[in-house]
Every structure is written in C-alpha cells, then in structure tokens.
C-alpha cells in the first residue's frame, strides 16, 4: 500500500511539473465526477465514472499558483483563479490560494489532501477538522 502510494504522488509529481512547464495547457475539472486534467485542448468526454460522459468545465491556463477548493478539498495549479466551476455533488466551487507551486509535497493530516507547494499554508478551513483548519506537513 506504502509503495503504490509513494508511486501515485510521483507520478502526480510528474504529471503536474510537466502541466505547468507548459503554458499552452488548460485545467479542465468534469461536472459529474470532478476529475482534473491538464491539455492543449478539450478532453475527450468518453469514460466518466459518475455518467455516461465527462461533461468538461475550462478552470483557466495552466500556472503555478496552487488553489484548493473549500468545499470538495480538490487541489489545481492555475495562472490566475480559478473560473468558479462547478460540481453536482458541491455547487459551485469556492477556491482558495494556497500559495506557488514547488517540488516540495506538503500534505494535510487530517483528510489527506496534498499540495505542491513553496511552503505550508496558512489559515485554510478543512472539511475533515469540523469548522478546523488544515494541519499540513512535509512529505
């Protein structure tokens, strides 16, 4: 379990350096689902895991600023805020800055949400911690 965990946050490590080396690139979040992809271009709406298809919102240009929604806890790494999105299971998002993205994970230890990030964050409400804030650490 430790090594396939281990495994995932490189391959997301990977992923997002590569995402946010390239500019050209947009953050596109699935209305049903609320799964997150990076592309040059709209994705393909084949294969939800929550409906027949992805129906696909545009969050904005790829970029180093990292945003985590307050209501569904999902982590972006966009130019400028977020467009608001939204999700059948939360409403319409409500994204917070958490600060520039780094090579460095830092990850919440009471819901588990981690984040790429320059340093820990500051003030931001957890939906684990019952009205609490985020406890974040250096993985």
């Avoid at 990977?14 to 979040?29: E, G, L, W």
């Avoid at 130019?79 to 994970?105: D, M, V």
């Amino acid at each position: 379990m430790k090594t396939k965990l281990i495994f995932s946050l490189f391959a997301a490590m990977v992923m997002m350096h590569s995402a946010i080396a390239s500019d050209s690139r947009c953050v596109y979040m699935c209305t049903k689902c609320d799964e997150i992809v990076a592309s040059e271009v709209r994705p393909n709406s084949d294969k939800c895991s929550k409906w027949a298809h992805h129906i696909w919102g545009n969050l904005g240009r790829v970029g180093k600023n990292v945003f985590i929604c307050q209501k569904c806890n999902k982590v972006v790494y966009t130019a400028f805020p977020p467009n608001c999105g939204y999700s059948e299971k939360y409403g319409y998002h409500n994204w917070i800055r958490l600060g520039e993205f780094a090579q460095t994970i830092f990850r919440c230890k009471k819901c588990g949400v981690s984040a790429y990030l320059k340093k820990i964050p500051n003030g931001v409400p957890c939906p684990a911690a019952n009205g609490g804030l985020h406890e974040w650490q250096n993985n």
